[in-house]
């Protein structure tokens, strides 16, 4: 079955400190798309950084990157010197070929509360 | 920017009644969804929509149906309000991944609504 799993509920890290989230998946097709979404307070949800199962790089994208780990099925989100404004819920979500239709819809994990201590 | 824009960010309606969410995207894309996200359930897909005219029940369809007359619009019906569907519902749009797979999802603001 596809799934994805984020086992921290809520993390707490201190401002300019790096925070990792973790997210493991589930799924036995070769190809498929790993997504991060970040949810401030006022609901709007957040594209964040992409990473393919068949790329080689860990994917980065400013002080966001990926430790693309595919052994393991996992996509920890690394976040490098925290800002106060990253305070937010945090979603890993997959997209898998033939899921919910032929173009494959997104599976979401329950999220992470990220809190940035100042 | 894609531009996914949902009518209200905050509607009160009570039980019984028959409701509309309205979402509306700027970017022409062939793909259109419907969530509704719950505290420690994260998000649950209600409908999709991948042309026109044509939807597809998600994980969460009882109580809801939707329509695509236009490309650019799908809107939320709540055929009957009640109370356990009182949430915050997103809508979300994407272009046809056959070719671009790694495109996400982009989300509207959220409404939360409160049925009474």
């Known amino acids: 079955a596809q799934k994805i799993t984020q086992t921290q509920p809520g993390m707490f890290v201190q401002e300019k400190e790096a925070v990792t989230l973790d997210c493991t998946y589930d799924t036995s097709d070769q190809s498929y798309g790993l997504f991060w979404y970040k949810q401030p307070s006022s609901g709007e949800m957040i594209f964040l950084i992409y990473q393919g199962s068949y790329d080689e790089q860990n994917a980065t994208e400013g002080r966001y990157s990926l430790n693309f780990q595919k052994a393991r099925k996992s996509t920890n989100l690394v976040i490098s010197a925290s800002q106060l404004g990253d305070s937010a819920m945090y979603f890993c979500a997959m997209r898998v070929p033939n899921y919910g239709g032929s173009q494959g819809n997104l599976i979401f994990g329950k999220g992470t509360k990220l809190s940035v201590k100042p | 920017d894609v531009k996914v824009t949902q009518s209200s960010r905050y509607l009160v309606k009570r039980t019984g009644e028959k409701v509309f969410l309205e979402c509306v995207q700027d970017?022409?894309?062939?793909?259109m969804f419907w969530y509704r996200q719950d505290p420690g359930l994260g998000l649950r897909l209600i409908y999709f929509s991948y042309d026109v005219k044509m939807k597809e029940k998600g994980d969460i369809p009882e109580g809801y149906s939707v329509s695509r007359e236009k490309k650019e619009r799908f809107s939320l019906i709540l055929e009957s309000a009640s109370t356990n569907q009182t949430s915050m519902y997103l809508c979300a749009s994407s272009p046809g991944i056959r070719d671009r797979s790694n495109q996400p999802q982009h989300f509207g603001d959220g409404t939360r609504l409160s049925i009474l």
């Open positions: 970017m022409d894309h062939e793909n």
